[in-house]
């Protein structure tokens, strides 16, 4: 256990990392991101903002909070007229963004919240979305963002695990709280962007209006508290706030792991952003990174898509929805040269017709970043190929391995698979964090090649728990050789050189007469057919086989296929015996969640019913 946090301890902790690549690279980040001269500045307002004695007593007693809170009110001043967010046909700088924060940030303590207390919100991606983030950071507020496609008990549910005292949510979702209202006693306050709220209901704009801008009670936490889940079962909450505040807030609670590890894993976890780039990006107008958030923001994977926002004065522009050439027109319009996508949207742009590709400067590009759900190898190559026929310098496409509950554990960079063009099949080695490919039978790990359970352990995993469902954590536990690993029910193996290369989910694989099928390697197949737009493999029950593989099809428009074709069209390309598709059923349209993965569950249940799963 870490102990007592001190000054001399986290000192010599910090010793053991102030010479690594990692602290360097991310070092070089913040002087590349922020400017040189500014991180003196920053520094220099964070000691006056809170106040010199106070400061120092802060850091004798290691009660940082409130100097975490001031250095980010700092950086948001120092950073001026910066953009900080394009929303639409609002450009808001830093300068009027820390504003807006202050002024919700004392509305909320003026409303009764106190550090610890839950702030939800339920919004579109928006400048609302960020000064509720902010706001919620800078008084110590976690903040579960609910997914906003929910509705009914499922949303009342999700809502009311984490007890918020408010709750903040757009104006077109308010037929749906008014009616669920009554069921969520640990609101206090309902809060609306937008619109004219009825009787109950805060305005939001009203609300920062009549507030203020001075400096509310300061308390930090990294407030970021995800729900997980949703694609098997009803989401949980995970407490990721926790793992990624410990050394800045006494508000966090203690990792399971000694202080030095603890310092060393947090080192390893931020240093994405040197190795994605944050080193080497510099808009010619901006001087900074410009990051374009397609994918929702209460899902956690787009934190890898903001975080440079909040770490190196990137400029955001959120998408309220995504549409693949909007998304093109924003990359050439605001010279975009970061972005964090799922492979849907990957396949939704490469389905674009060729002219419409054409039509778009995306040299701007850098670093597009994959993640979520299984991306295949060739959609992986062909948006590399579109975006430097487009005009940018290099391949854009990177990736990582990770969850809500892990947080990034691999990353998979151009620089590997040019090196070695096989790896472009793998999600990266690890980086951030460790894996452990583990043989559950022979009790060991595997050995290099040789698929098993994906165990993964970083600055997340050592501080994870569910708040509200306690069993969850110890299902999801596994201790080995004295170390506790997070199990996220994965198959898959690593190359000799350390790569990561996942096979299948453990609840997705089908065994036909006694041999594994991983969907993932048919899937890949089936999405080379040009005539495919969407395509999911799942197991059915068969009464002498056990279990088949049947592929679930959704034909691009105007196009015809017959069960035969794709059949035959899977043994063209390579596939043999039983991992052809024995049955194909054709959809409208396929049921994704908004991570991009396919909600097997739904598809699967009408052939289960009457039969026991085998696993």
């Known amino acids: 256990m870490p102990g007592e946090k001190s000054l001399k301890t986290v000192s010599r902790a910090m010793k053991t990392i102030l010479k690594t690549k990692e602290h360097k690279g991310f070092n070089r980040a913040i002087r590349k991101q922020w400017g040189v001269f500014n991180v003196g500045k920053v520094l220099l307002k964070t000691a006056s903002i809170g106040g010199?004695?106070?400061?120092?007593?802060?850091?004798?007693?290691?009660?940082?909070?409130?100097?975490?809170?001031?250095?980010?009110?700092?950086?948001?001043?120092?950073?001026?007229d910066r953009e900080a967010i394009i929303d639409g046909d609002k450009r808001i700088s830093y300068a009027q963004m820390?504003?807006?924060?202050?002024?919700?940030?004392n509305a909320l303590q003026d409303l009764g919240v106190e550090k610890k207390d839950r702030v939800a919100c339920m919004l579109y991606n928006s400048a609302e979305y960020f000064e509720c983030f902010y706001a919620a950071c800078i008084i110590g507020s976690p903040l579960p963002a609910v997914n906003w496609h929910l509705t009914g008990d499922d949303l009342r549910s999700t809502i009311d695990l984490r007890?918020?005292?408010?709750?903040?949510?757009?104006?077109?979702?308010?037929?749906?709280?008014?009616?669920?209202?009554k069921n969520m006693p640990s609101i206090e306050?309902?809060?609306?962007?937008?619109?004219?709220?009825?009787?109950?209901?805060?305005?939001?704009?009203?609300?920062?209006?009549?507030?203020?801008?001075?400096?509310?009670?300061?308390s930090f936490i990294?407030?970021?508290?995800?729900?997980?889940?949703?694609?098997?079962?009803?989401?949980?909450s995970s407490n990721l706030y926790d793992g990624l505040s410990y050394l800045l807030s006494e508000l966090a609670e203690a990792p399971r792991a000694s202080l030095d590890e603890y310092v060393q894993y947090m080192n390893r976890q931020f240093s994405y952003l040197y190795h994605y780039g944050g080193d080497k990006i510099r808009d010619p107008a901006g001087k900074n990174i410009r990051t374009l958030i397609p994918t929702p923001m209460y899902h956690a994977g787009t934190a890898a898509g903001f975080a440079p926002c909040i770490m190196l004065g990137a400029t955001a522009v959120p998408m309220r929805k995504f549409d693949p050439e909007s998304y093109l027109k924003m990359v050439e319009k605001e010279r975009i040269s970061w972005s964090f996508v799922v492979p849907t949207i990957i396949q939704r742009i490469l389905g674009l017709p060729d002219h419409i590709k054409k039509k778009y400067d995306l040299s701007s590009m850098h670093t597009l970043i994959s993640a979520a759900a299984p991306c295949p190898p060739e959609a992986k190559t062909g948006i590399n190929d579109l975006f430097t026929a487009q005009g940018a310098k290099k391949p854009v496409f990177h990736e990582y391995y990770g969850s809500s509950e892990s947080a990034l554990l691999t990353l998979l960079l151009p620089d590997d698979y040019i090196e070695n063009p096989k790896r472009i099949y793998s999600v990266g080695k690890p980086r951030c964090g460790d894996i452990l490919v583990y043989d559950e039978i022979a009790k060991r790990?595997?050995?290099?090649?040789?698929?098993?359970?994906?165990?993964?352990?970083?600055?997340?995993t050592m501080s994870l728990r569910y708040p509200g469902t306690e069993k969850k954590l110890k299902d999801s536990q596994r201790f080995i050789d004295g170390k506790e690993w997070y199990d996220d029910g994965l198959i898959g193996h690593q190359d000799e050189d350390g790569f990561l290369y996942l096979t299948s989910r453990v609840k997705e694989m089908i065994i036909c007469a006694g041999v594994n099928i991983f969907p993932v390697e048919i899937e890949r197949f089936l999405f080379m057919n040009p005539k495919i737009y969407d395509a999911a493999v799942i197991r059915v029950p068969h009464p002498d086989l056990g279990e088949i593989p049947l592929a679930c099809i959704q034909l691009k428009k105007g196009e015809t296929l017959t069960e035969k074709e794709i059949q035959d069209y899977c043994k063209e390309k390579g596939l043999k015996g039983y991992k052809i598709p024995q049955k194909v059923e054709f959809y409208k349209k396929l049921p994704r969640h908004i991570d991009g993965k396919i909600i097997k569950r739904d598809l699967e249940e009408k052939y289960w019913e009457g039969h026991e799963r085998l696993g």
């Open 52 to 80: 010199f004695r106070n400061n120092l007593k802060a850091i004798k007693e290691f009660k940082t909070g409130s100097i975490a809170a001031n250095f980010f009110i700092a950086l948001w001043e120092t950073l001026g």
């Open 98 to 105: 820390g504003q807006q924060v202050l002024r919700l940030a």
């Open 163 to 181: 007890k918020p005292k408010v709750l903040i949510f757009d104006e077109d979702f308010a037929d749906e709280i008014i009616d669920y209202k």
């Open 189 to 218: 306050h309902f809060i609306m962007v937008g619109g004219s709220p009825p009787d109950g209901i805060i305005n939001y704009e009203t609300l920062l209006s009549e507030s203020r801008t001075t400096l509310p009670k300061t």
């Open 222 to 236: 990294f407030a970021m508290n995800p729900y997980t889940g949703g694609t098997t079962g009803s989401p949980k």
């Open 445 to 460: 790990k595997t050995e290099s090649g040789k698929d098993g359970l994906i165990f993964g352990r970083s600055v997340a």
